[in-house]
């Protein structure tokens, strides 16, 4: 039996920094990583995608590139150079965080799977460990739905996908979410058809209405094919081809790929932790249940980032390093509630996002909204970059700014601008005097603001 002072299981986006803090502060720590160092973002979500975007969008440009009175031949994607790019950025990043928790002091690294014993102890290849203070950031995984015939079919998720360097004839995504949307636009760009399938009525049912509809204008006018409404989804291999067929309102009964993504959600990884042993409880889709500082209903025993199913996000899974470290070893006590939801959703243009939903707000306040095409932000038109709009929505009797969405270019930074006002809890007003850069996208969020009107 190997005694620490704390251990940490999985080395995400909170994991690594945690352990840091806790053996800088002397106590021995043991970090437990089964597969990749960084976990997700690093290996398999954020920054591989976020590169092959970057890849994506060095294409989409050069294709535009005459309308800009630059010259350019026939744009060639060559897989190959993208997915070493990728790797490259990605496997710089994992090293880099392998070799920090290797080099710190007071910190035993163990690499293997990590399986409760008790809600002291903790067993890792042949090894026990025990500790009084257990962290959990075990992150999650990708769902298989369970769509008829999932079962025969190849399917690639966003692990997989990573492995890909050559161009798909015809990318069929399942999932007109998040992640669906960044890979199915990537890949049109890079030259494959694509098809995007999605259960409900709308892409991304979260926003709101008038910005799925835009996300779907931008998609389409890039010739992705999207089919709404697939309300009973059935998969097929005839020969080379899969076949989804689709119970669309609208449009062929059958989409006919050569390859086929599912984005369908994400479940956290905690069915194989022995948490039973431990004690630790959990909802009923896995996550582990903690309070407003993190702790689960096991005293010592804390859940960080995507396994306790309170944010879904890098940041957010960094926030709960922030909080669990300020609340243990800085006297200061950071909640999870203090947190304004805020992220992005990297196609391009992006969207920015922060606080609630137009819809969401007009549930519980009498509300304004602001809203400004990107047709009429001159930084936009002048990169010849249009799509989209910004829209606000404040609180008529506070004054408050209650959300916002950036639909353009620039949208995933210049939401910040307002995300800070909310944090600073000031009226808009505070925002809509500032005198902000010209020209850029944020430039217009004061104006937008002196034209609020009713919803
Ligand atoms: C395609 C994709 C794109 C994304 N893009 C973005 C984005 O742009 N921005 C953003 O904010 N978020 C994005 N996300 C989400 C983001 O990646 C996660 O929210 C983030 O990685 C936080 O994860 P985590 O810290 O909870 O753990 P993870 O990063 O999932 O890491 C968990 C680690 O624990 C290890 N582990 C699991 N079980 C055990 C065990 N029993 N023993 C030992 N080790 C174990 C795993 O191997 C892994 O290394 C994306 C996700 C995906 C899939």
Redesign the pocket.
Known sequence: MNTYDAIV???????PSLASRLAASGMQVAV??????????VN???IP??TMVASAYAAHLARRAVEFGVGAGPVTVEMKLVKARKDLISGQSRTSVESWLKSLQNCTVYEG???FESAREVSVGGVRLSAPRIFI????RASVPPLEGVGEVPYLN?SSMMGVDFLPRHLIVVGGSY?GL?FGQMFRRFGSEVTIVEMGPRLVQREDEDVSAAIKDILEAEGIQIRLNAKCIRLSKRGEEIRAGVDCKDGEPEVAGSHLLLAVG?RP?TD??GLDKAGVATDDRGYIVVDDQLRTNVDGIWAL???NGK?????T?YNDFEIAAANLLDNDPRRVSDRIPT??L?IDPPLGRCGLTQSEAAKTHKILVGQRAMTRVSRAVEKGETQGFMKIVVDEGTKKILGAAILGVGGDEAIHSILDVMYADKPYAVIQRAVHIHPTVCELIPTMLGELKPA
């Open positions: 299981i999985g080395t995400g986006q909170a994991g437990i990583e089964r597969k990749l160092f960084g976990g997700t973002c398999t979500g954020c995608t976020k799977h990590a399986r950031n075990t992150g999650g966003n992640i960044e994400r990884n194989d932790l980032g995507d396994c944010g879904g996000f890098t940041h899974s992220y992005a990297f």
